[in-house]
């Protein structure tokens, strides 16, 4: 039997076509009645036929778009009832007819059967059993009746029903055949035959409309395998498709035990719809242990063409417990819990919340927003001093800050991983590298000689085809073969585990050009002496973490990782930079350790070029 939304749609609007087909024709018995009978038969079979009828308007009533599933199983059980007495009602006229002499009922009453058998096998071959009871039980009083003449071509007649009762019925079982098939495929993934797409956008629509009348909840999960694009790199396609369908197998096993839909979404995505339940805590708990269940179940090892595989997923939860939000909503819900599971780390259950979607919101918001804000000069820079042991203002870094009207100040930590994300640091960048060589220049220019002009890269810029020309192109606009060479790029230890080759070789064609390199953050991410040793950089900016910990005289441990990594920076020949210094006590012991340059609130915040022309030279007559 066809079960999708679209059918029960379907045979509820049969019921009315129906109605106005069977009382419309039928009244035709009442003017035969008329002119060859009594007319009573005719009006007792009538009067029954209407009354058969509201039995038929009644299921149309009743017929629910929030019904659930079993509900709208039970209501079709009602209708095939239905039809079956209704399309009976006209063998009783046949055989009523046929009983009588006058030759005429007898064409009208063959006729009519004959009518009723087409309209049925038209209207019921989407019902394979009940078409078939239908038309043989229309069928069979014909065939008799043609027998019973006892003539030769009465009994022509009765084979040739026959022969039509089979085409009828060949041809209802064919359209079903048509039917089912279609809508397997309209329906069900093709590789793993689990339900697809748009079988759960319908199966979600409709238990939103049942949620928003029972007032009831349910859950949705969103599965997205981890690193599955490794496997099917690395391993081929096969090996890739054959592991969706083992994940696919588990996960319709463990959703059938637990009464839940399980559909794949595409790639490997899936999605899980609960049943539902009566409380918003007893929907929580069982979502919860249902995403436990199913990652664990999705995390044991597979083995597939001799292939030992170990597979994790990050799952995504959304209770569905508001009437006045559309179906889509929970899924974006859904979506965002489950990559911030994967911004956490992957291999975990997130379960959505409000303060997941502010913190959602927002993002996007700065990002909608941030893609205006070059256009809008909204994006400024900042320089914050860099001063060497004697505390004389040797560099300065060059900090992004971006005041937007609605957002207000936004914290670079905030706005540049979304630039990254989205691409926008590449334009950000630009504009940020050109500003910072022309402030160079000017300054150059006005007596201000620097050591150095730092400069953060991130790894999208870094790794950006048409960076080495920008940055040639713009050094060439602005600055002399001598400035150049205070340039410094900062980049993270990000980067490093990124492309390292590729890394040694573009900074390698900067190297050439007289720009350095700094490692900044250094001690907190990919930390590798092999990749000091490897890197072309010229310098080391120690994480700010670390310097904040020299502050409390009982850590005395985090002073021999600082005296470490700069006695590791000397015999490498690298310069140290130490970020983040705020008080006297740490430069104090920055300097007694030979720190080249320090950088930090205790000499000055991050300032305006202006500001910082301003500081520069007033620092020239005193100490900082």
């Known amino acids: 039997m066809l079960s999708n939304m679209k059918f029960y749609d379907f045979m509820h609007k049969q019921i009315l076509v129906l109605l106005a087909l ?115 039980s229309l069928m069979l009083p014909l065939t008799i009746y043609f027998l019973s003449i006892g003539e030769f071509f009465s009994y022509l007649l ?30 069900h993934d093709y590789l793993t035959s689990l339900w697809n797409r748009r079988y759960f956008i319908e199966l979600l629509d409709n238990a939103m409309k049942i949620q928003k009348n029972e007032k009831k909840y349910l859950y949705l999960l969103l599965i997205d ?21 083992e994940v696919s197998r588990r996960m319709f096993a463990l959703s059938r035990k637990q009464k839940n839909k399980v559909a794949r979404l595409g790639g490997d995505e899936f ?44 799952i995504g939860v959304s209770v569905i417990g508001k009437p006045d939000i559309q179906a889509d909503t929970f899924i974006k819900e859904a979506d965002i819990a489950m990559y911030e599971a994967k911004a956490q780390g992957r291999d975990g259950i997130i379960v959505f ?27 400024c820079l900042n320089y914050q001093p860099q001063v060497n042991g004697e ?49 160079l220049k000017e300054w150059e220019e006005k007596g201000i000689n620097l050591q150095q002009l730092s400069i953060n890269i991130s790894m999208r810029q ?25 340039i410094v790029f900062e980049i993270t230890e990000t980067v490093v585990a990124e492309d390292i080759q590729k890394l ?42 670390f310097i904040t910990e020299l502050n409390k005289p009982e850590q005395d441990d985090e002073r021999r990782i600082v005296q470490t990594i700069f006695n590791i920076a000397k015999n490498l020949r690298l310069s140290i930079v130490a970020e983040g210094v705020e008080t006297e006590e740490q430069r104090k012991f920055l300097v007694e350790n030979h720190c080249d340059m320090l950088q930090g609130y205790y000499f000055s915040e991050p300032l305006s070029a202006s500001e910082f022309e301003t500081y520069f030279w007033g620092s020239q007559g005193q100490k900082v």
């Open 462 to 486: 870094l790794f950006y085809r048409d960076f080495v020309s920008d940055v040639k192109q713009l050094c060439e606009t602005y600055l002399t073969k001598e400035q150049r060479s205070k």
């Open 504 to 545: 040694i070789t573009i900074m390698k064609v900067f190297r050439e050009y007289g720009i350095r390199f700094s490692m900044d953050d250094f001690g907190t991410g990919y930390s590798s002496l092999s990749y000091l040793h490897q890197l072309p950089i010229d310098e080391i900016k120690i994480d700010k973490s």
């Open 158 to 187: 009765a084979f040739f029903t026959v022969v039509l009762s089979w085409v009828l019925l060949y041809a209802a079982h064919n359209t079903f055949s048509y039917l089912i098939k279609s809508q397997y495929q309209a329906y």
């Open 353 to 379: 919340n409000d303060e997941l979607s502010k913190r959602v919101e927002r993002k996007l918001e700065i990002e909608r927003l941030l893609h205006f804000s070059i256009e809008k000069n909204e994006i």
């Open 22 to 136: 069977f009382v419309g024709t039928g009244t035709g018995y009442l003017y035969i009645g008329y002119l060859y009978t009594s007319l009573f038969p005719e009006l007792l079979w009538y009067l029954l036929l209407l009354l058969v009828s509201f039995w038929g308007y009644r299921l149309h009533r009743v017929f629910l778009d929030e019904m659930s599933i079993e509900q709208k199983e039970r209501w079709l059980g009602q209708l095939r009832y239905f039809l079956f007495i209704y399309f009976s009602m006209w063998t009783i006229m046949f055989v009523w007819y046929v009983s009588h002499h006058e030759t005429e009922l007898h064409y009208i009453a063959i006729a009519t059967q004959l009518g009723v058998v087409v309209v049925s096998a038209t209207i019921l071959a989407s019902q394979k059993k009940l078409v078939t009871l239908t038309l043989t």
């Open 391 to 439: 505390n004389e203002i040797i560099g300065c870094e060059v900090l992004v800050r971006w005041h937007n009207e609605k957002l207000g100040q936004v914290s670079s930590e905030e706005f540049v991983p979304i630039a990254e994300q989205t691409g926008f640091i590449i334009e950000l960048g630009h504009d940020i590298l050109e500003e910072s060589l022309k402030t």
């Open 271 to 314: 999605c899980v719809l609960s049943s539902f339940y009566d409380t918003k805590e007893e929907c929580f708990a069982a979502a919860k242990h249902c995403a436990a269940n199913i990652l664990r179940t999705i995390k044991d090892s597979y083995s597939i063409e001799g292939h030992h595989l170990y597979i994790s997923a990050s």
């Open 225 to 245: 395998l981890d690193h599955f694009k490794t496997i099917n790199d690395s391993l081929g396609h096969d090996v890739g498709d054959a592991l969706l369908c």
